[in-house]
């Protein structure tokens, strides 16, 4: 299987090739490198923001198109990046995220090419997200995304949950259910006595619900000792809302802005737990970047990890600030012993169903039942 898609040029298309991007970004990274062990040669187009180049790097030797932007960024509109998609010769092309031009360029493309084309929605069909905007998105779906939509040879899931969502929305059934790899999981690891720093990071924004969280926070029953560390970007009117939340208690939580690589890892491994009372998601790389560290999480079932829940490796919280309060004292109040069992439960969640090898099995057995077939030669992948 892995050899059948050696030399096979796949584009993967999304909005932002950068840290701007948050999960999808990683996610794209991911399957960027993912695509390059099974023998293919992935190719990156995105749309041009103040990190494309500084994060150039994180493709490796992997081509990276960045198209300017011509207009508002929320639309999208970049001219070159029609034509930088015809001049690829791709064999196949992969959509990851929704709502902006990408999605028009990708519909030319497959209309003019007749190649494959599969759209990633990245869990920008909940009916949390679609009922937000409605305006806006009622004249991209008129625009340009029923289009694309009909256009594409498939539809990629994270979660059946997301497989419902998009068969809802766009009226296809053909949909492949692939969910993100997380890290190498760490094999080696001695699970530590758990401290008592509870921790987010992500993306500052209305439906990660971070409010709540602080409220459910400061409402809690908790050691004197404990801390809420909140990490992340976003659009400066939700970062000031953030700020204007936090100074209102006792200097027990602290934002501190975007962390990466390294300074990422440590805040990660060192807390007891890691944090997502979201109110959507598609299928989020801050817990299974957790998992792969042995740090258990606390999430909502909006983050569609219900193995989390079965296996031990997380609490299932509510998205309202006396039920976030209830979470917190039981994970402050967890004994040694049961933290070492979920962090174990972690790692295996990690090793399992969400390690690279395995989501790169299930993603070649998807590329070649697209039916796509290599530029030259015409030799069929499946």
């Known amino acids: 299987m892995m050899a059948e898609l050696e030399g096979a040029r796949i584009g993967l298309l999304t909005s932002s090739a950068s840290r701007l991007g948050g999960g999808v970004f990683e996610a794209v990274v991911a399957q960027a490198e993912l695509l390059v062990g099974l023998g293919a040669v992935p190719r990156i187009f995105a ?82 997200i679609t ?36 068969a809802h929305e766009s009226g296809r059934r053909e949909i492949h259910v692939v969910p993100n790899a997380g890290p190498p999981p760490i094999y080696d690891l001695t699970p530590r006595p758990p401290g008592y720093r509870l921790s987010y990071i992500g993306r500052i924004h209305a439906k990660k619900n971070l409010g709540a969280l602080i409220e ?36 027990s939580v602290e934002f501190v802005g975007p962390l990466y690589g390294a300074d990422k890892q440590a805040l990660i491994d060192g807390s007891r737990f890691m944090i997502l009372p979201s109110f959507s998601e598609g299928l989020p790389m801050a817990m299974l970047e957790a998992w792969a560290r042995g740090v258990p ?46 962090s174990s439960a972690a790692l295996a969640c990690a090793r399992e169903r969400f390690s690279p090898p395995v989501v790169a099995q299930a993603w070649a057995r998807v590329y070649a039942a697209l039916g796509a077939r290599r530029s030259e030669g015409e030799v069929d992948w499946g």
């Open 47 to 128: 749309l041009h923001d103040a990190f494309a180049d500084a994060d150039r790097p994180r493709f490796g030797a992997c081509p990276v198109t960045a198209c300017r932007i011509l207009g508002p960024r929320q639309i999208g509109f970049a001219p070159d990046l029609l034509p930088a998609l015809a001049s690829a010769r791709l064999d196949c092309l992969h959509l990851h995220g929704i709502w902006m031009y990408p999605s028009a360029a990708a519909a030319s493309w497959a209309r003019q090419t007749g190649k494959p084309y599969l759209i990633s929605p990245h869990g920008m069909l909940d009916p949390w």
């Open 131 to 166: 009922a937000r905007g409605k305006a806006k998105k009622a004249l991209a779906r008129w625009g340009y995304e029923r289009r694309s939509w009909r256009r594409a040879t498939a539809f990629h899931a994270l979660t059946e949950q997301e497989a419902r969502d998009t």
């Open 216 to 251: 459910g926070w400061h409402r809690a029953r908790r050691p004197s000792a404990a801390r809420l560390t909140i990490a992340g970007w976003g659009d400066d009117r939700d970062v000031d809302a953030l700020r204007s939340a936090i100074s209102i208690g006792d200097g």
């Open 297 to 342: 999480t606390i999430m909502s079932d909006a983050c569609h990890l219900p193995e989390g829940f079965t296996t031990g490796a997380a609490l299932r919280c509510g998205t309202d600030p006396q039920s976030l309060a209830a979470v917190i004292e039981e994970a402050m109040g967890i004994t040694e012993d049961r933290w070492r069992g979920m």
